[in-house]
């Protein structure tokens, strides 16, 4: 199985700030690579999709991008609705096994 | 609108079974893979489990394997997780989420239902 690792775990972050998250795969997924969104108590959300295409009504200020190995999730102008828990996803081969989640707390 | 709804969560003894369900509406079910995730308690997602359209060639976690399996019935418009010798570590939300095409290779799981939890404990 693939086994993906984000980092960092968790981060604070204040309302405005440039945001990063990696995501980084055993082996190649080629630009198979998805994140996910998910609030307390709520769903997983579909936010981008491989790699860099945005879910429809996902605001612009998310942004994804990578290949191969390596993956990053930026949020540019963190909003006050932002502060969730941020999962990757391989989608290159079954199972589609997850990263481990990056919680975003405010500062 | 598409919706999943989940139901048929509850609490079950080590070795029992369980069969939840997904009932699906506002789109053509049949022309959709379905799968199921979990998220045991304060932890990540885990993909358990996943099936095309048209009900062949379901795949599995390595951690569910042997005991649970996937169905549909496409004239009722759902999905069903029928999970036994169930474990405590299978405690979970377990979510019903649709892949964006027919076939399980689609590389995203575009829409989520809200979760039914399952507890395993005597």
């Known amino acids: 199985d693939i086994r993906m690792t984000q980092s960092p775990s968790s981060l604070s972050a204040s309302v405005g700030d440039r945001v990063s998250i990696t995501c980084r795969a055993s082996?190649?997924?080629?630009?198979?690579l998805n994140w996910y969104q998910q609030k307390p108590g709520g769903a997983p959300k579909l936010l981008i999709y491989?790699?860099?295409n945005l879910q429809s009504g996902v605001p612009s200020r998310f942004s994804g991008s990578g290949s191969g190995t390596d993956f990053t999730l930026t949020i540019s102008g963190l909003q006050p609705e932002d502060f969730a828990t941020y999962y990757c996803?391989?989608?290159?081969?079954?199972?589609?096994?997850f990263g481990q989640g990056t919680k975003v707390e405010i500062k | 609108e598409v919706q999943l709804l989940e139901s048929g969560g509850g609490l079950v003894q080590p070795g029992g079974s369980l069969r939840v369900s997904c009932a699906a509406s506002?789109?053509?079910?049949?022309?959709?893979?379905m799968s199921w995730v979990r998220q045991a308690p304060g932890k990540g997602l885990e993909w358990v489990s996943g099936?095309?359209?048209?009900?062949?060639?379901?795949f599995y976690a390595d951690s569910v394997k042997g005991r649970f399996t996937i169905s549909r019935d496409n004239s009722k418009n759902t999905l069903y997780l029928q999970m036994n010798s169930l474990r405590a570590e299978d405690t979970a939300i377990y979510y019903c989420?649709?892949?964006?095409?027919?076939?399980?290779?689609?590389?995203?799981?575009?829409?989520w239902g809200q979760g039914t939890l399952v507890t395993v404990s005597s």
């Open positions: 996803q391989q989608s290159f081969s079954t199972p589609r096994t």
């Open positions: 099936i095309s359209g048209g009900g062949g060639t379901p």
């Open positions: 989420a649709r892949y964006d095409c027919s076939t399980t290779s689609c590389p995203k799981l575009d829409y």
């Open positions: 082996q190649s997924i080629d630009i198979y």
């Open positions: 506002g789109f053509t079910f049949s022309d959709y893979a």
């Open positions: 491989t790699t860099s």
